[in-house]
C-alpha cells in the first residue's frame, strides 16, 4: 500500500523546531521580564545577552548547526545595541519588526510566482528533491497553502507594528513567544492543506513524486 505524502513522517524534525525555538526565544523573553518587573535597561540588556550565551553553549554543546548559532548571537546583539543607543526599551523589537516588513510583501510574491518557502520548506524536511517546481499541482498546492501562514505573519506585523507604535514593550515580547508557537501550527497545518490539495497526484509508490518532475530519484545539486 502506497505510503502518501504526509507530516507524520516529520515529527522528529517538527519537534526539534520546537525545542529550538523554544530555546532560542529565551533572550528575547529574558530582556522582556527583566524590563517589566525591573525597569532597568541596562540589567535587562545584560540580562538578555547572558541568554543568548546561554543558548549558544546549549547549541554547540548538542552539535546544533553553527551558522544559526552565530545567527542567534548576532541577532541579540543587534536588538541590545538598538534598545541601548536609542535609550528606549521598545527599540529591542525593531530588527524583527524590520525583518516581518521586508519578509510580508517578498513572501507574496514568492507565493504568487509559484516559489512558495512552503515548498522549499516541506522538501528539505522530507529530503525530497528540490524539483518539485517543475510539478504545476505541487506549485499551485503550496501557493495556496501559503496563504493561510502568510496571513497569519502580515496580521502578526499589523499587531506588532501597532504595539511598537504604542510602546507596550510585555505585550511585543509576549506575542512573539506565542507567535513562535503559532507559526509552526501554521506551517504543520499548511502543510496538510498542500498533501491534501496534491492528493492522488504523487506517483504511488513514491510520496512526494510524480511523473512532472525530471529525473524524480535525483536532488536538484545544480541550484543551492
Ligand atoms: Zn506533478
Not at 45 to 61: M, N, P, Q, T
Not at 94 to 117: C, E, F
Request: net charge positive; hydrophobic share 55%; aromatic share 8%.
Amino acid at each position: 500500500m502506497a505510503d502518501r505524502t504526509t507530516t507524520s513522517d516529520a515529527a522528529p524534525a517538527l519537534r526539534e523546531r520546537l525545542v529550538v525555538g523554544a530555546v532560542s526565544v529565551s533572550p528575547m523573553l529574558t530582556f522582556t521580564v527583566l524590563i517589566s518587573t525591573t525597569k532597568s535597561l541596562t540589567a535587562a540588556a545584560c540580562a538578555a545577552l547572558i541568554a543568548a550565551v546561554a543558548v549558544s553553549v546549549w547549541r554547540v554543546l548538542t552539535g546544533r548547526p553553527t551558522r544559526t548559532t552565530v545567527a542567534v548571537i548576532a541577532g541579540v546583539l543587534l536588538q541590545v545595541t538598538f534598545a541601548t543607543v536609542s535609550g528606549d526599551a521598545v527599540n529591542f523589537f525593531l530588527p524583527r519588526l524590520a525583518w516581518m516588513v521586508l519578509w510580508s510583501p517578498v513572501q507574496l510574491v514568492l507565493i504568487l510566482i509559484g516559489r512558495a518557502p512552503l515548498g522549499w520548506a516541506v522538501a528539505r524536511l522530507r529530503g525530497q528533491p528540490r524539483t518539485w517546481r517543475q510539478c504545476s499541482v505541487r506549485r499551485r498546492a503550496y501557493s495556496l497553502a501559503s496563504l493561510l501562514p502568510w496571513s497569519l505573519a502580515t496580521l502578526e506585523m499589523v499587531v506588532a507594528l501597532w504595539l511598537y507604535a504604542h510602546d507596550q514593550v510585555a505585550l511585543l515580547g509576549g506575542t512573539e513567544v506565542v507567535t513562535n508557537i503559532v507559526h509552526l501550527l501554521a506551517f504543520v497545518a499548511a502543510w496538510r492543506i498542500a498533501v491534501r490539495l496534491i492528493g492522488t497526484h504523487d506517483a504511488p509508490d513514491q510520496p512526494g513524486l510524480c511523473g512532472c518532475m525530471a529525473e524524480p530519484g535525483e536532488r536538484f545539486a545544480g541550484s543551492r
